[in-house]
């Protein structure tokens, strides 16, 4: 890790030519489609994002990621890609993108896009040439097609299931009209696994990368990164024997699972690496790979992918142990590995984390696997929610998150300490997580309804119509205009906590600092920057120091629970 860059802290300036410049990036998913909807259709848009650029500088990050934006019939939002490289026309043209990127890149902002390779939609090209040739084509060759098992194929190669429920096989029609072969789709139907045994696919996502590259992206977040590489040699394992391992995402910890997180998968990175430092400043890249944490390190070392999400506080309740282990432990892997640590509360898969710590402690979430249904995680019980204890919560994870080395992703919304949409009639959901589990799976169309701009009129001042996805009466408290300039609201909290952090922000070095209570987690940084958090209830002394910022009012001199201050 080269010390002159990261010691520097992150003012504009340095940011654009530091090729360092991911390593405590404060980084803002942005999902394009309820974000900011400039012509009035529903869906946020390209030319919405542009003209909220002010907003973001404002905001104070680092950089933007943008969920998928590609053509796309939007049968898992946009994760469901036609075409790699062109913008969705509903979302706007390249001209568009090219315009956005200067303009976040004028604000000292930088611009990862989400890139999809595990599986394209059944809308691309390739797939349709796929349905058209025949059996052993070479087009049939760019995805994993399999005959039927039974007398006549009639059953799928095997009882797998997809992450969002129903069979991970689907059958074709072959041209002639006769029922054929099968597909392999981890994922959603629309979405068919592609052949990465294919030499065709690696080249052409090579070129995805240039092509991007070249229009001023600036980074990738690499979709299911841990799921590219497969070995499907016959027989196949049996759904339960693939289960009794791992009931999630996370594969063998010997790497033998047929298809989530085998070793070959880190050749494809390699050759990526290479295209990434093609660039100067080499472009990054963030791989989500929900694995086993023994395995993480491998997706961001710096041959590879460079960065990897690392989902443990997000998985976490809002406990000090916990995130005493998990922050512990995370920053000797990154130390260990010459990576930087990430960390994330919340994102477009997960019910948002001012609802999460409303619920019971422990139930809120459902772990990983818990109810074998992988990591999705479950809606919140209305009635068990207190959405005051959980934003509060919230905003102390946020700003203890915020004095943690590394790289702190935040998701759309969560700077207005936004809850997750409970209320969603049946009828307007889009999650085939939903459709496919018989609504047993509430689903992530929670945490992707549009966001509220404004108090009043339409769409909250999303757009000029009604939003994609319905957003209830109370968005209207989380408004941007409700909170602008506010003291004490969430978005002046954000702001305040992102402007000290690119002030204050060095390299990997925490010192935790003994309390003498167990709720009390206190840790200092470089320049005398101290944290503190009460995960407890009751008042706490603060520690001595100028209070520079605090997540919620301070009781008579004291931390109050549930809540952090930064101290100097
Ligand atoms: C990732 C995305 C999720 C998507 C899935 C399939 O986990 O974050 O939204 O549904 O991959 O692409």
Redesign the pocket.
């Known amino acids: 890790m080269s010390t002159t860059a990261t010691l520097a802290t992150l003012s504009d300036s340095n940011l654009a030519a530091d090729p360092n410049w991911w390593r405590q990036a404060s980084v803002y998913q942005i999902y394009p489609r309820s974000f900011s909807d400039s012509n009035g259709d529903g869906l946020g848009d390209i030319k919405g994002i542009t003209a909220k650029v002010p907003y973001l500088k404002e905001l104070g990050i680092d950089a933007v990621w943008l969920s998928p934006f590609y053509p796309s019939a939007l049968a898992?939002?946009g994760?469901?890609v036609d075409d790699y490289r062109d913008v969705d026309p509903k979302l706007g043209t390249l001209e568009d993108f090219a315009e956005m990127s200067a303009a976040l890149h004028q604000a000292g902002i930088k611009l990862i896009a989400d890139i999809?390779p595990?599986?394209s939609s059944d809308r691309h090209e390739w797939f349709k040439e796929a349905l058209a040739a025949p059996k052993g084509s070479a087009a049939r060759e760019r995805y994993i097609f399999r005959d039927g098992l039974g007398k006549n194929g009639e059953l799928p190669p095997s009882d797998w299931d997809s992450?969002f429920g129903g069979p991970a096989w689907e059958r074709i029609t072959e041209p002639d009209g006769t029922p054929g072969q099968w597909y392999l789709h981890i994922?959603a139907k629309e979405?068919p696994d592609l052949n990465w045994a294919n030499r065709e696919i690696r080249d052409d996502f090579l070129k995805t990368l240039r092509f991007w590259s070249d229009r001023g992206v600036d980074g990738f977040r690499v979709?299911?990164a841990h799921a590219l590489t497969k070995d499907l040699t016959e027989p196949l394992l049996s759904k339960a024997e693939l289960t009794e391992a791992n009931t999630g995402t996370d594969g063998f910890p010997d790497g033998s699972h047929p298809f989530w997180d085998r070793d070959e998968v880190h050749e494809i990175y390699a050759e990526w690496r290479e295209v990434f430092n093609e660039y100067n400043p080499p472009r990054t890249a963030v791989a989500?790979a929900w694995v086993h944490a023994t395995r993480r390190a491998r997706y961001a070392s710096p041959q590879g992918l460079g960065q990897a999400f690392n989902f443990d506080l997000l998985q976490a309740d809002f406990d000090a142990e916990e995130f005493q282990e998990i922050i512990t432990r995370n920053l000797a892997e990154a130390k260990a590995t010459g990576a930087s640590s990430t960390w994330v509360f919340s994102?477009?898969?997960v019910v948002r984390h001012a609802t999460r710590y409303g619920l019971p402690m422990g139930g809120g979430v459902h772990a990983k696997g818990q109810d074998g249904k992988g990591?999705l995680l479950a809606g919140a019980p209305a009635e068990e929610l207190d959405t005051e204890l959980g934003l509060r919560r919230a905003r102390a994870a946020s700003l203890l998150m915020l004095a943690l080395p590394g790289s702190a992703y935040l998701y759309q919304g969560e700077e207005l300490g936004l809850q997750e949409v409970g209320e969603i009639p049946d009828a307007e959901r889009q999650d085939p997580a939903f459709f496919r589990n018989k609504g047993v799976e509430i689903g992530?169309d929670g945490c992707r309804v549009p966001l509220p701009w404004a108090t009043e009129g339409a769409s909250f001042g999303f757009g000029a119509g009604d939003a994609h996805l319905p957003q209830p009466e109370w968005f209207s408290r989380y408004a941007v205009d409700a909170q602008d300039g506010v003291e004490g609201s969430t978005l002046e909290l954000y702001r305040k906590a992102l402007k000290l952090r690119r002030e204050l922000q060095t390299a990997e070095e925490l010192e935790w600092v003994e309390t003498g209570n167990s709720q009390v987690l206190q840790f200092s940084r470089h320049g005398g920057w101290q944290s503190v958090t009460n995960f407890g209830a009751e008042p706490v002394e603060l520690p001595a120091g100028e209070v520079l910022l605090s997540s919620g009012p301070l009781a008579a001199g004291k931390l109050p629970g549930n809540t952090t201050a930064w101290l100097r």
Do not use: A, L, P
Request: aromatic share 16%.
């Open positions: 898992d939002g994760y469901d999809v595990n599986h992450v994922f979405q979709d299911v989500e994102n477009h898969d990591w992530r």
